[in-house]
């Protein structure tokens, strides 16, 4: 059974060209610096410019997107992988400041801690 770390924004007006390349070469260089062992699958970032996602509240959603974490049993290593992951969508956040998140594990929504 695979369990996945899922990540949305929205807001009300479109991502820019520029706000898009820095989310995405911000998940390039974490996948390329991916301290542990051999990257089981990247960050991945949802095309949404194929399938443009209207939230129905006035919002679209303008970033998304989901990575599989690895079947592992050692929980640490899995806590350290969940935080890199969580590290690099932090930067991604900061990004898109002004945009509403949802982050969960699964169906565990994740409390965003901006430390």
Same mark, same amino acid.
């Given at each position: 059974m695979s369990v996945s770390l899922y990540y949305t924004a929205k807001r009300t007006r479109p991502i820019t060209l520029q706000e898009q390349n820095a989310c995405e070469e911000t998940a390039r260089r974490y996948d390329a610096q991916y301290p542990f062992g051999e990257l089981? +699958?990247?960050f991945c970032i949802y095309d949404l410019e194929q399938s443009p996602y209207d939230a129905g509240d006035g919002s679209n959603v303008i970033f998304a997107g989901a990575t599989k974490l690895p079947p592992i049993d050692d929980m640490e290593l899995l806590n350290n992988i969940i935080n890199w992951l969580l590290k690099c969508l932090s930067e991604i956040r900061d990004?898109?400041?002004?945009? +509403?998140?949802d982050v969960s594990i699964d169906d565990n929504p994740i409390q965003w801690n901006s430390d």
């Open positions: 089981y +699958e990247g990004v898109l400041p002004d945009a +509403e998140w």
